[in-house]
Each structure stands twice: as structure tokens, then as C-alpha cells.
């Protein structure tokens, strides 16, 4: 059974700091893995999908990295903005399915 | 190309009432997912369909049942309800099941309070 795990489970930092949130899965058989960043009430936005093949995905100020083998992702995020505050939350498909396993996130507030 | 829409965005309902929560899935979408998120935790799978078929589910018990439709808008509905099924409530459409290679597009969610 896929576990998710975010390390920290909160975070602040100031404004223009850089940044790296962690996510660990305990199988690495996996064909991608995603992060979603969520506003207070709201739902998820997909900021990066990587696949099994790649080892990074970049879009802007975010960074996100992919080792199957240790079973871990970080989201790197450079210089930090106060409109960067939100749950970020990662995610693997369980088995081969289309379902996705969460972690809890990362509750990241960014202070001006 | 509009996106993932949910309806209604708050609800309130007693314990033993029934509830039933709508998606409607992106254009071109064929593969709908729904998801429970409690307060401070990261979203739980119920159910996918894949069209009009259930193509999985989790660890929720009968009382939560979907339905899609064959213009692929969705359903979810959950009898007797209980306090514990105060949650958000997500659902997310992809293009196709393709062993989880593509990205899911998350609605914004029916936050449903069971009093």
C-alpha cells in the first residue's frame, strides 16, 4: 500500500527567502508523481507532474525533483512571495490505477 | 475550454439525511475521480469512473455511490449521513485512463457540513 509522507508539515519564511518543501512515497513504482498547491477552502491546482523518466520539472520559480529510487520529490521555490502562501500537496498514482495517494501537505506561509 | 465545475460550493445537512454533489468534467474529459478531504488532511480517493462504469474505489463504505453520465458529468451521492463525512469534497476529470500518466484537474470543491 502507497504511503505519502510531507516533511514539514508547516513552514515560514520571508518574503524573497528560496525554499524546498519534501515528499517521500513508500513504493517507487510509480509512474508519476504530482504537486498541487491548495487555498484556504479551495481545491487543488497542479503546478508540476514529473514522469517516471524525468528526474525535474521546472515552471517559473518552481523546481521539482524526482528520485524513484529513494522514494522522494522536493519542490524547490525561489524567491519566495507573500502570494506563494498555501498547502502544498503531493501526490503518486497507487499501483497502476489513476487514483491518487496524498500526503497531508505542507502549510507554507510566506511573511512580507 | 472551461473547467472542472462543482455544484453547490457549501451544503448543510443533519445526520441520517441523504446528500447528492455534482461535477461537471472538463471538455474532452472522460475519466472522473472523486475525492474526501477532512480538515487538515490530504484528500482520500472514493471512486473513479471511466465512462459510466466504476473503475475503482477506495476504502469508503456503500452508503457513498456515483454515477456518470454519457455526457460524462458525475454524481456523488452518500445516504445516512454522518458527522465524520463533514469534509471537502473533490473531483477531478482526466483525459483517459492511462495508468496514471496524466494530470488530474481538481474542481474547487463541495464543502459539506453534517450537523
Known amino acids: 500500500k502507497q504511503e505519502v509522507t510531507q516533511i514539514p508539515a508547516a513552514l515560514s519564511v520571508p518574503e524573497g527567502e528560496n525554499l524546498v518543501l519534501n515528499c517521500s512515497f513508500t513504493?517507487?513504482?510509480?509512474?508519476?508523481l504530482q504537486w498541487f498547491r491548495q487555498d484556504p477552502g479551495k481545491g487543488l491546482t497542479s503546478l508540476l507532474l514529473?514522469?517516471?523518466?524525468?528526474r525535474e520539472q521546472t515552471s517559473g520559480r518552481l523546481n521539482a525533483s524526482l528520485d524513484k529510487s529513494s522514494g522522494r520529490s522536493t519542490l524547490y521555490i525561489a524567491a519566495s512571495q507573500p502570494g506563494d502562501s498555501a498547502t502544498y500537496l503531493c501526490?503518486?498514482?497507487?499501483?497502476?490505477?489513476?487514483?491518487?495517494?496524498f500526503g497531508k501537505g505542507t502549510k507554507l506561509t510566506v511573511n512580507p | 475550454e472551461t473547467g472542472v465545475t462543482q455544484s453547490p460550493t457549501h451544503l448543510i445537512k443533519t445526520r441520517g439525511q441523504q446528500v447528492t454533489l455534482r461535477c461537471s468534467s472538463q471538455?474532452?474529459?472522460?475519466?472522473v475521480s472523486w475525492y474526501q478531504q477532512a480538515l487538515g488532511q490530504g484528500p482520500q480517493f472514493i471512486f473513479q469512473?471511466?465512462?459510466?462504469?466504476?473503475?475503482g474505489r477506495g476504502n469508503f463504505p456503500p452508503r457513498f455511490s456515483g454515477l456518470q453520465f454519457p455526457n460524462y458529468s458525475s454524481e456523488l451521492n452518500v445516504n445516512a449521513l454522518e458527522l465524520d463525512d463533514s469534509a471537502l469534497y473533490l473531483c477531478?476529470?482526466?483525459?483517459?485512463?492511462?495508468?496514471?500518466?496524466?494530470?488530474?484537474?481538481f474542481g474547487p470543491g463541495t464543502r459539506l457540513t453534517v450537523l
Open positions: 514529473i514522469q517516471s523518466s524525468q
Open positions: 477531478a476529470s482526466s483525459p483517459m485512463v492511462l495508468a496514471g500518466g496524466d494530470t488530474q484537474y
Open positions: 469512473y471511466y465512462r459510466e462504469e466504476e473503475n
Open positions: 513504493d517507487s513504482a510509480i509512474y508519476n
Open positions: 471538455s474532452g474529459h472522460n475519466t
Open positions: 501526490a503518486v498514482p497507487q499501483g497502476g490505477s489513476e487514483k491518487l495517494v
